[in-house]
Structure formats: structure tokens, C-alpha cells
């Protein structure tokens, strides 16, 4: 293809996804080999969004990622319109869990919320709600811009995002989040979910809380 055809194929990557990509997430999903092209039509699409000064914009973000989203003047005049996820209780707490501990080990989060946590992060991955980076021997969860988006938050900041869940969460799971900082009980999360991924199998999830 030629450089329209994938600058486009860029922008369409970039509006789908609702969360940030890296260069090589980009690069494998769209069989764009060098890295430095791909960056290169990134900073065209930014620019022709920028020059015709749209609500829409592409910008940087964690460090190495690029995400397509509502400029923040106009994302909290328009939320409202935006289809609220449909998410039942307990994909909702473990969300929770994660917009006030990230980044957040996923082995962490299935010791607090039981096996069932593979089923909701795996949701909340395909809604755009968060993101999993390689961590050692484990994922690191966060928010997206699509989760602050449709919470009303003016950006995907985890301060401000942590402030905000801080009563809830700690009512909900003081203790089991002081269990966190004791020893062993990261570790042995850990080794059951690398053993679940490995096999293939994972155990039945409990009823639904």
C-alpha cells in the first residue's frame, strides 16, 4: 500500500482500538514493519487533526503509546451521549480495584478478586476500559482514556482517577488490600495464574457476586 492508504489504515487502528497502542502493537496488528514509518504517519494524522483544529485529537501517553480521543474541552460537554458500559456488579468491583491500585499487577488482582477476575479482565480489555502491559512473569493493569472519558474525568490522570475510587474501595477491601502487604500472597496469585496459562485451563468461576 501507499503512504494514504496507510496513513489511513493507521487512523483506522487508532479510532477502533479506544485504548492507547504502542508502535509495536501497531506494527504487528497492521503488518507495518518499520517503526519509524509508523511513527511518521502518527505525527501526519496528529498534525491534520491539529490543523483543522478538530474536537478530535491523537496524542502521546504513556510514555510510549498514542491514543485517538475527544479533546478534554469538549469530551465533558459531550459524555453524556457516550453508551455507559454494560458491566454487571462484579466486573464493576474489579474495575474499581483497578482504577484505584494502578498499575496494578493482575496477579493482584485475581488474589483479591477470585478466579473470576480472568473473565472480567479479559472484558474490560475488549471495552477499552484497560490496558495490560508484560510485567515480569504477569500483566500490569490501568484505565484508558476511554474509561476516564466515559466516568467524566477530564483525563486519563491515576491520581486524580485513585482520589476518586479511594472511599469505595477501601470500604469495600481494607482488608484485603492490607493482605497485599504481607509476603507470599502476590507471589502464590502469581504462580497460580501462570500455571492456569500455561494449561490452558483455569478454574471455574464462582457465582457472580
Do not use: W
Not at 488490600?177 to 492456569?196: N, S
Amino acid at each position: 500500500m501507499g503512504l494514504l492508504e496507510d496513513k489511513a489504515l493507521v487512523e483506522a487502528a487508532l479510532f477502533v482500538s479506544g485504548r492507547p497502542l504502542s508502535i509495536k502493537e501497531l506494527s504487528r496488528a497492521l503488518g507495518i514493519r518499520s517503526l519509524d514509518y509508523l511513527e511518521k504517519l502518527i505525527e501526519l494524522i496528529a498534525a491534520e487533526y491539529a490543523e483543522r483544529k478538530s474536537a478530535i485529537e491523537v496524542v502521546r501517553v504513556l510514555g510510549d503509546k498514542y491514543v485517538m480521543q475527544v479533546k478534554q474541552e469538549y469530551s465533558q460537554r459531550v459524555v453524556h451521549l457516550m453508551p455507559r458500559p454494560d458491566l454487571r456488579t462484579g466486573e464493576l468491583k474489579t474495575l474499581a480495584l483497578i482504577a484505584y491500585l494502578q498499575p496494578i499487577e493482575q496477579s493482584k488482582v485475581v488474589k483479591l478478586r477470585g478466579s473470576q477476575a480472568y473473565e472480567h479482565i479479559r472484558k474490560l480489555l475488549e471495552m477499552g476500559m484497560i490496558y495490560a502491559e508484560p510485567y515480569e512473569r504477569t500483566k500490569l493493569l490501568g484505565t484508558t482514556s476511554k474509561f476516564a472519558e466515559l466516568y467524566g474525568f477530564p483525563e486519563n490522570d491515576p491520581n486524580l482517577i485513585k482520589e476518586a475510587f479511594k472511599k469505595v474501595v477501601h470500604a469495600e477491601y481494607s482488608d484485603l488490600i492490607a493482605k497485599l502487604e504481607g509476603r507470599g500472597g502476590a507471589e502464590e496469585a502469581q504462580e497460580g495464574e501462570e500455571a492456569g496459562e500455561i494449561e490452558g485451563t483455569e478454574a471455574a468461576p464462582p457465582v457472580e457476586e
